[in-house]
């Protein structure tokens, strides 16, 4: 168990995970957007290249940012490539020392995009905030993981320790007041990195003042047997991996642990089904 990440977020709130994913994961997810943004550009009879960039910014001529970064957003989570990222042997062991093994993902989310053209948008250029005000509980987990991140496009901001200070005051999504003597920190961080962080953490975004788009997914990660402290049930998730116990759950079928339910059964064993899952 690697007790420096649990350490971290307990004394400041946030945690980075260095080198954890691997570099192929990383290009397979720019090909995925590429391809997406490919298809979008196709269907409206648009001119495209092969470069992720171009094709980006020619999409913002026929859609919002927000459909763009919900649309690929989507198509990662249908392609099974956020499950991929976090079931990345690293990152899954950090995940499982600091949530336990029943893990799940939020799959309502969208990419988190940022551009020279959107830095005067406050719904693209966040200011501070706490997850928890649209709804995330303290029992989650964001995790925010840059995709496309060159030097100078900046990456996240937040205060240390913010999280110990419970649910801070806010008006229009903005912080009503914030204790004196804080520590702001800008997060470094790289590609094949992520940052882990409470759902109490204030954070904002870093203006991105390079001519190319950074890309990150943020996606908010639980334990499913951990009491919702906030409005988390609302939410869509998607079962990451399942304990023993909860394959057990499985096999057994419902709380009355059946008796010979499944016995004599022609379909495939399901015991073959659960024990083939990670």
Known sequence: MNTNTTDNLIENGYAVVKDCIDKKIIDVIKNNINENLIRILKKSKKKYTKDLVKNY????NILSQHEIQVILAKQLVDNNLISKILLNK???????????????YQTDMELAIND?????????V????QEFWSGVGVESLLIWIPIHLLPDMGTMELIEKSHTWG???HRNREPITIPKNHKQKSI????????IMTALTLHQT?????????????VVVRNFYYPNTNNTDLFNFKKLHLSFFSKFRKILGNKQYSPFRTL????????????KQR
Do not use: C, M, W
């Open 57 to 60: 910014y020619e999409v913002k």
């Open 90 to 104: 690293k990152v899954f062991q950090e995940l499982t020392d600091i949530l336990g093994s029943d893990i799940e």
């Open 116 to 124: 020279k053209q959107a830095t005067n948008d406050d719904y693209l």
């Open 126 to 129: 966040k200011k501070y905030h």
């Open 167 to 169: 649910h801070v005051p």
């Open 188 to 195: 470094d961080i790289k590609e094949g990195s992520i940052l």
């Open 206 to 218: 870093v203006k991105n003042k390079h001519k190319q788009p950074r890309i990150a997914i943020p």
């Open 264 to 275: 004599g059964q022609k379909r495939k064993s399901i015991f073959e089904k659960y024990n």
